[in-house]
């Protein structure tokens, strides 16, 4: 099974200010067929179901904000909150799917300083 | 628009069984595969495996052989999932998550209380 380690477990960060989540992955989700990372990133809001931020790494859902970014290769990623908000007050999670299980991080909880 | 409906909270003894429901609308059931995730209270998203939509064939992550169960309704689009033999420590929330390789559309978790 493909172990994804989130970095840190938790982030205070003011508004306004940047906030930067990483993931490594025990081996590499970089399909070379199509030069695409199978990585995913979810935002997870208190007493909410998970929703999908970001997918083959980069890729924003349609209606999240500019603010959320990721990249990476290979088998290290990061998501990128630019500039920190209120709302986004979350745990976040990354996801490998190239290969089943399809395995999450532990997550990364991240709150206003 | 895609939704995912589930069915409502349970609270079970040990050693019973639950079956709980996930309905979808807004898109074609058998097209995309249903996945199920567990959340232990406090914990992180755990993935109990998946079952293809169209041929109904279940594939169970490692620790959720055996007690654990994927049907389907295609009549009503719908999911299900079934536990026996409940056990305290699978007091949790259980989600249905719609399967594109990454997860597109959740619903909202049910949650199982296993307790005397």
């Known amino acids: 099974d493909i172990v994804m380690t989130q970095s840190p477990d938790s982030l205070a960060v003011s508004l306004g200010e940047r906030a930067t989540i990483n993931c490594k992955s025990s081996q590499s989700v970089l399909y070379n067929s199509n030069n695409k990372n199978y990585l995913a990133w979810y935002q997870q809001k208190p007493g909410q179901s998970p929703k999908l931020l970001i997918y083959?790494?980069?890729t924003r859902v349609s209606g999240v904000p500019d603010r959320f970014s990721g990249s990476g290769s290979g088998t290290d990623f990061s998501l990128t909150i630019s500039s920190l908000q209120a709302e986004d007050v979350a745990v976040y999670y990354c996801q490998q799917y190239y290969s089943t299980p399809q395995t999450f991080g532990q997550g990364t909880k991240v709150e206003i300083k | 628009q895609v939704q995912l409906v589930q069915s409502g909270s349970e609270l079970k003894k040990p050693g019973a069984s639950v079956k709980v429901s996930c309905q979808a609308s807004g898109y074609t059931f058998t097209s995309y595969n249903m996945n199920w995730v567990r959340q232990a209270p406090g914990q992180g998203l755990e993935w109990m495996g998946r079952i293809n939509t169209d041929t109904g064939n279940p594939t169970y992550a490692q620790g959720f052989i055996g007690r654990f169960v994927f049907s389907l309704d295609t009549s009503v689009n719908t999911a299900y999932l079934q536990i026996s033999s409940l056990k305290a420590e699978d007091t949790a929330v259980y989600y249905c998550?719609?399967?594109?390789?990454?997860?597109?559309?959740w619903g909202q978790g049910i949650l199982v209380t296993v307790s005397s």
């Open positions: 083959w790494t980069s």
């Open positions: 998550a719609r399967d594109k390789g990454y997860f597109d559309f």
